[in-house]
């Protein structure tokens, strides 16, 4: 819960235009009221991310991650599938892994969600 209130107070994530939010054992807990997290827990961040934003907004967000006091784990969902903002971060523009509704596949732009080649994972 620590990382999630530091997480909220940070100047990049609290001004990120996108909605956000705990997933995960944190999440449900909120949700519940249900004791789930333990010390050892991550926390799981879910950003709701309709419009684009770049691999350099990603970087931002990324590092305000890095130093809180679990690990922190983001998943971004589009309108078209999920992806991990720690491998948007990182390997952008090369393609990432793209969780779609029809299956898992690498592509370049995860608002659009067209292969990057014709094979996929």
Not at 31 to 43: E, F, K, M, V
Not at 58 to 66: E, I, M, V, Y
Not at 97 to 104: E, I, K, P, Y
Request: proline residues 8%.
């Amino acid at each position: 819960m620590r990382s999630l209130s530091l997480l909220a107070g940070n100047e990049t994530w609290h001004g990120f235009p996108q909605a956000w939010g705990p997933g995960g054992s944190i999440g449900f807990e909120l949700a519940t009221g249900r004791d789930t997290a333990t010390p050892h827990s991550d926390l799981d961040v879910v950003i709701y991310a309709d419009e684009r934003f770049s691999a350099v907004e990603a970087k931002r967000l990324h590092a305000a991650t890095r130093f809180l006091p679990s690990m922190v784990d983001v998943l971004v969902e589009t309108p078209v599938c999920g992806f991990a903002l720690t491998e948007y971060a990182t390997q952008a523009p090369a393609p990432i892994l793209l969780r779609t509704a029809s299956g898992v596949m690498l592509g370049a732009d995860p608002w659009d969600g067209a292969p990057a080649s014709a094979s996929s994972p």
